[in-house]
């Protein structure tokens, strides 16, 4: 079993960047999908990205473009690279891990996804 801890997330001034981070510990970080997702208040959580265990990546369609993720098997750390932030990007963050062989295409659902961090908060001004 896998523990998530995500760090990183601050007040920022629309248009900056920052940077989001996921440390894992307790299992085979590198046989693991990885995923970022975020949620609003009053809105359902949302795939934000994913990066395979062979790197592969996918995005959302409202980060496409602004947003990188990358992952360290070395350090069991996945991080996700926000450019460009809007406030509509304001939302608590999770790191989530999933079982699996496919491309980072296929895990974009909450329910893929087996162990999750505790979320960090990200608030866009304006």
């Known amino acids: 079993q896998v523990q998530l801890v995500e760090s990183g997330g601050r007040l920022v001034q629309g248009g900056n960047s920052l940077t989001l981070s996921c440390a894992a510990s307790?299992?085979?970080?590198?046989?693991?999908?990885m995923g970022w997702f975020r949620q609003a208040p009053g809105e359902e959580r949302e795939f934000v990205a994913s990066v395979s265990r062979s790197g592969t990546t996918a995005f959302a369609d409202s980060v496409k473009g602004r947003f990188t993720i990358s992952r360290d098997n070395a350090k069991n750390t996945v991080s996700l690279q926000m450019n460009s932030l809007k406030p509509e990007d304001t939302a608590l963050y999770y790191c989530?891990?999933?079982?699996?062989?496919?491309?980072?295409?296929?895990?974009?659902?909450?329910?893929?996804?087996?162990?999750w961090g505790q979320g960090t908060q990200v608030t866009v001004s304006s």
């Open positions: 307790g299992g085979r970080f590198s046989s693991y999908v």
């Open positions: 989530a891990a999933a079982s699996g062989v496919f491309f980072a295409s296929y895990y974009t659902r909450a329910h893929q996804y087996a162990y």
